[in-house]
Nanobody, 111 residues
Framework: QVHLVESGGGLVQPGESLRLSCEVS???????TIWWYRQAPGKHRDWVA????????NYEDSVKGRFTISRDITKNTVYLQMNDLKPEDTAVYYC?????WGQGTLVIVSK
């Protein structure tokens, strides 16, 4: 059974950084695509970034150049480095593999 556990959220000011972690169990991230999504208050859950085999990555346009997805195979963990955070990045961030979701971690960007 696949489990995803996110961590690393918090309250930051605009322009600051956070690194989210997604600890994966039940499958190897070496051979599977992991996604990051986010859901802002009152909005749909939207994808943010993904990482595939061979470390191929892709990003939603609004985070390109600010967010970086990466993985540590030895820890079976996927990361989302978020720099230059903006108030509009405020959301619950989830990692995902196919039909499995984590519990989410809350990111608040506010002065």
């Amino acid at each position: 059974q696949v489990h995803l556990v996110e961590s690393g959220g918090g309250l930051v000011q605009p322009g600051e950084s956070l690194r989210l972690s997604c600890e994966v169990s039940g499958l190897s991230i070496s051979y599977n695509t992991i996604w990051w999504y986010r859901q802002a208050p009152g909005k749909h859950r939207d994808w943010v970034a993904l990482i595939m085999t061979a470390d191929v990555t892709n990003y939603e346009d609004s985070v390109k150049g600010r967010f970086t997805i990466s993985r540590d195979i030895t820890k079976n963990t996927v990361y989302l480095q978020m720099n230059d955070l903006k108030p509009e990045d405020t959301a619950v961030y989830y990692c995902n593999h196919q039909h499995t979701w984590g519990q989410g971690t809350l990111v608040i960007v506010s002065k």
